[in-house]
């Protein structure tokens, strides 16, 4: 998905980049996967590019839920859920943490 225009999954690194892009998720009213992931291990979660274990967690309330087996990442207006990996939504990508594209 993201490789077509060159750039990544969207890793967030601070609550400003977190900020910014629920702002764009309100304003369009949309969930939009971004890369973390607790595939590998489950209640684990790993930034899928660069395999680092996330350092800010910025969950919906109640979630993440694991409901039926959710190992990917959507990023909503109230905060990030867990969600099914096969789910057809939106995606994020990033090319650097100053240039992202919501698409
Ligand atoms: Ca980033
Ligand atoms: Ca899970
Ligand atoms: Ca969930």
Known sequence: MCEKIRA?????????????LREQAKQLNNAYWIALSDAIEEDVWVWMNS????SIFNWAPNE?????????????QDGWNDNKCTNQ??????????????G
Do not use: F, G, M, W
């Open 64 to 76: 993440p839920n694991n409901a039926n087996t959710e190992n990917c990442v959507a990023l909503r």
């Open 8 to 20: 990544q999954l969207v890793e967030i690194e601070t609550d400003a980049e977190d900020h910014y």
């Open 51 to 54: 395999l680092s274990k996330t």
């Open 89 to 102: 939504i939106r995606y994020i990508c990033e090319k650097t943490d100053q240039e992202e594209v919501v």
